[in-house]
């Protein structure tokens, strides 16, 4: 059986939904606030993430859908995708650096799975 973890903001957003570490880097660098080592690193380990593993919302467009699947996030699957959870480490440093608050969620059961490959699920949480 597959544990699920996942990093994200410990407050929820106004849509309800505690942001993902990508998400919270993104809102980072799509605003100005980084450095231009930092933006690189962003932009280049985003590519990094994509080739690593596939974008759920380009197998099923619905999947974020907040009609269809309100609140939705994604997880990684342990152990499976453990070098996807190392791999984010340099976001969670980027993160600290800018006084970015985050915590690290486990789960054996983190909501109804909307999607699933290898690596991940979409759930909506329960």
Known sequence: MSRFVRFQ?????SRGIHVGVFGL???????GGLSVADEAYRVRMNRWFDD???DPSTVDPLVYDRAVNPEAVAWFKVPAASHLVEATRGHLDLLDRHGIAWERVESDDP????YEDEHQV???PR
């Open 52 to 54: 690593a593993y596939p």
């Open 111 to 114: 909501g109804r799975v909307v």
């Open 9 to 13: 903001s410990p407050e929820p957003s």
């Open 25 to 31: 880097v993104n809102v980072l660098g799509r605003g």
């Open 122 to 124: 979409v759930v909506v």
